[in-house]
C-alpha cells in the first residue's frame, strides 16, 4: 500500500505551487503469499485503477506551464441547519492535482451561464459535458472528481446545490 499526500502553496502573483509526499510503499516480495485458490489479481483487472474524491469543495483551476492543476479540499455534507443539507470543507489540507490532458468536465448546466433547469445523475452531480472555461466560469462550489493511478484528474463532475 502506498499512501500520497499532497500540499499546496500559493505564490504571489497566482502561481500554484505543488509537492507530492509518498510513504509506506512496500514492495510485493513484502506482501504475505496469496491463499491458495484465491484470485491473485482479479481486485487489479476489476478496478480501473481510478479513485474519487466524492466531494471537492474550494475548487480553484490555475495554468502549470502548459498544463492546468486544481487545487480543492475534501468535504462533507452539512446538515445541521433546518435547510437543505449542503457541503462544507472536511477540515483536512488543500490537496492539488494535476488535469489529464483529455479531463472530462461535466457540470448541471451548458455553457459558462447557468440559465436552464439543471440535468443531474441520480447523486445529484452535473451530466452536461462542458470545456475546462466553461466548468470554470460557472464557479461551481463543489464537485465529485476522479483520479488516476498517477494522481491525474480524469474526470470532475459539479454538484448541484440550489
Not at 457541503?87 to 492535482?97: D, E, F, K, N, R
Request: charged share 15%.
Amino acid at each position: 500500500m502506498r499512501k500520497i499526500n499532497r500540499m499546496a502553496v500559493l505564490i504571489p502573483g497566482g502561481l500554484l505551487a505543488a509537492a507530492v509526499f509518498v510513504g509506506g510503499c512496500t514492495s510485493m516480495a513484502e506482501q504475505p503469499p496469496p491463499a491458495p485458490g484465491s484470485a491473485v489479481g482479479a481486485a487489479n483487472v476489476m478496478d480501473s485503477n481510478v479513485h474519487a474524491v466524492d466531494i471537492a469543495v474550494d475548487l480553484e483551476f490555475a495554468r502549470n506551464g502548459s498544463s492546468w492543476m486544481v487545487s480543492y479540499v475534501e468535504g462533507k455534507w452539512d446538515d445541521s441547519t433546518n435547510g437543505a443539507p449542503h457541503t462544507v470543507p472536511g477540515g483536512g489540507p488543500t490537496q492539488v492535482a494535476a488535469l489529464a490532458p483529455d479531463v472530462q468536465f461535466l457540470s448541471p448546466f451548458a455553457g459558462g451561464t447557468p440559465t436552464a433547469e439543471p440535468q443531474l445523475d441520480s447523486e445529484g452531480l452535473g451530466v452536461v459535458p462542458i470545456s475546462r472555461d466553461d466548468f470554470i466560469q460557472q464557479h461551481n462550489q463543489s464537485a465529485k472528481i476522479w483520479l488516476d493511478d498517477n494522481g491525474q484528474v480524469t474526470k470532475i463532475a459539479a454538484r448541484y446545490q440550489p
